[in-house]
């Protein structure tokens, strides 16, 4: 429709003065028009120029006065040349809204008497309302002050462009009133038929851009994590702080100072093998990548369980949920006095507790494993701040952790077939937060209040805590947060006081309170950009929604390829670790 008016006008007209009034006119979409007028530009059908985003165009009214001439103008004409008309024979020859605006315009520019009777004061007069209307439809610049003096009779409206710029449109070498049709392919039936000798062919547009490329931009987990930590930083700067524990500032747990650097790591749990070489070792930049994730994230069940007074018969150590290292597979070193302590406390008690009863072994704890939480990267730190004088500290880390969901059947299934990559993805590229405040005289009130101040710091202050069960903290609560996309509440983390029976074989005094939470960054992070599956967060392709526009600072995109070479590639798999397809 707009290509057959554009040609159409041009065929009697020289040239569309304005894309914009043009489109307005005929009430087109000037998007269209535009798009139109494009590629009409581009085979050289017309000749397109940009003009300026705005301007002014006739309003119903306007469009009507420059048809029929302005309502002064008409009003004179109603007057006839010698005598006069009385007021009501005038009124009832012209249209009301004319004769009311008519009179007193007309009476403004002393075209005629007015009285009970009606009568020329000049022979002749020029229509100018008219004339500048017709200017201002054609796209003529007319001058300020006509405009303020149409504009002010709400004869012409400052029109803008939202989409893309307007164009004058002339004539251009190949024009013709109509299109030609044109092939865009040679195809068997025109060989068949021998049409393609008279076929006229669309030319190649090299000049046409492509599809915009996608990237740069910071993966919203990545985000996430950058304003945990701004979080932290500002908690612990800021001079009105409500709970007991103010003045000193969080610190970031090193989460990579217990790398043994190894050639090979290879970390196995009921489902799945991982495997990487020496960061150093290896030239691809995606498998360093996920190289030093490994490295980094090795730790030992001691430090991830038993010295979190977590039994050794947990459902958590299954080998099902945790990745264990299969080389090295032990720890070398942990510090015997304390170790001594933590299977003591397991087995029999002690500081007031009576312990869970059971045969605690040295092997499991000596167990190298990939820490499931970050609250191993906690416990280390704690142990390290025991054996110093007490001082108040506050701690948090943002570090992987590899974890894998429970297992039913459905799911085992599925793991393997479609949905392995992505689950094996979530399992493994999980970011958590361990976080904790250590001070005297703590309770859960400094707890929910240090809670609430994070998470609506973080922009989500609808908040909700529940009784829960840690074998490390006592008392123990789950937090949720309403999520409006799936309209129900749900767990974002988990929080607690860590138990005396942690705490008091690291040698920590009686009256030290340890007040601690945690969270996986997925679920805020769905939360906040309102992601409604927590897979879409790990697809081929995460949809960036309102979040676009940041630079790429993102490593996920090659640890995601990396990993679809590791695990797609059973042939690879296969021969290079001997550890068939997965
Ligand atoms: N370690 C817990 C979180 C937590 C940390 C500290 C105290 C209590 C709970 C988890 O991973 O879910």
């Known amino acids: 429709m707009a290509e057959e008016a554009i040609l159409g006008y041009l065929e009697h007209n020289e040239q569309i003065a304005d894309s914009g009034v043009f489109a307005a006119e005929r009430q087109l979409d000037h998007n269209d028009v535009v798009n139109v007028i494009k590629s009409l530009h581009g085979f050289r059908y017309v000749d397109a120029q940009n003009i300026k985003r705005e301007t002014w165009v006739l309003t119903d009214e306007g469009r009507k006065y420059a048809a029929e001439g302005s309502p002064e103008f008409q009003l ?36 005629v008497e007015m009285g009970k009777q009606v009568s020329r004061k000049v022979q002749n007069v020029e229509d100018k309302v008219r004339v500048l209307l017709l200017h201002v439809q054609e796209g003529h610049e007319i001058k300020q002050e006509d405009i303020n003096s149409l504009k002010a009779r709400k004869l012409i409206v400052l029109h803008f462009f939202e989409h893309g710029r307007a164009y004058s449109v002339t004539k251009g070498p190949n024009y013709a009133p109509q299109r030609k049709k044109v092939a865009t392919d040679l195809t068997r039936e025109n060989l068949q038929r021998g049409d393609w000798k008279e076929l006229e062919f669309k030319e190649y547009n090299f000049n046409a851009k492509g599809q915009p490329a996608e990237g740069g931009h910071l993966h919203p987990l990545l985000k996430v994590r950058k304003q945990l930590k701004d979080i932290f930083l500002q908690l612990g700067s800021d001079i009105f702080v409500l709970w007991s524990c103010a003045g000193y500032s969080f610190e970031e747990m090193p989460t990579n100072n217990y790398v043994e650097s190894r050639d090979v790591v290879i970390a196995a749990c009921g489902r799945c093998v991982l495997k ?4 150093t070792k290896n030239g691809s930049n995606a498998s360093a990548l996920l190289n030093v994730n490994l490295f980094l994230c090795q730790t030992c069940s001691f430090w991830n369980f038993d010295a979190l007074f977590q039994p050794q018969q947990h459902p958590a150590r299954d080998s099902h949920d945790t990745f264990f290292l299969q080389e090295p597979s032990t720890t070398r070193e942990l510090p015997e006095d304390y170790v001594e302590r933590v299977k003591r406390v397991h087995e029999v008690g002690g500081y007031g507790s009576r312990g869970y009863g059971y045969d605690w072994k040295r092997e499991e704890a000596n167990k190298n494993l990939l820490r499931t939480h970050t609250t191993a990267v906690s416990s280390r730190m704690l142990k390290a701040l025991a054996e110093k004088p007490f001082a108040p500290k506050r701690y948090f880390s943002i570090d992987r952790v590899f974890r894998n969901e429970a297992v039913d059947r459905t799911h085992l299934a599925e793991f393997h ?65 309403y999520h409006e996309g799936l309209g129900k509440w749900v767990e974002i983390g988990n929080s607690g006081m860590f138990r005396p029976e942690m705490l008091l074989p690291m040698g920590f005094p009686e009256d030290v309170r340890v007040v601690a939470w945690g969270l996986s960054l997925e679920r805020p992070t769905m939360i906040l950009y309102g992601y409604n599956n927590i897979r879409d967060l790990f697809g081929h392709k995460v949809d960036l929604g309102s979040h676009q526009g940041e630079p790429n600072l993102s490593p996920w995109p090659r640890v995601k390829l990396w990993f679809f070479y590791f695990f797609r590639n059973s042939e690879y798999t296969r021969k290079h670790q001997g550890l068939g397809s997965l």
Not at 469 to 476: M, R, V
């Open 76 to 111: 004179f004409m109603a007057v006839p040349q010698e005598g006069s008309i009385s007021k009501d024979e005038l009124q009832k020859r012209l249209d009301p809204a004319v004769f009311k605006i008519g009179c007193s315009q007309a009476g403004k520019n002393r075209w």
């Open 276 to 279: 990487c070489l020496h960061p």
């Open 417 to 481: 077939q479609i949905e392995g990559v992505d689950k094996l993805f979530y399992a493994m590229l999980d970011l958590g937060l361990a976080s904790l405040i250590c001070d005297r005289g703590l309770t859960l009130g400094d707890l929910i209040g240090v809670l609430k101040d994070f998470f609506t710091r973080l922009g989500m202050s609808q908040l909700r805590f529940k009784p829960a069960y840690n074998p490390y903290t006592e008392p123990s609560m789950e937090i949720f947060s």
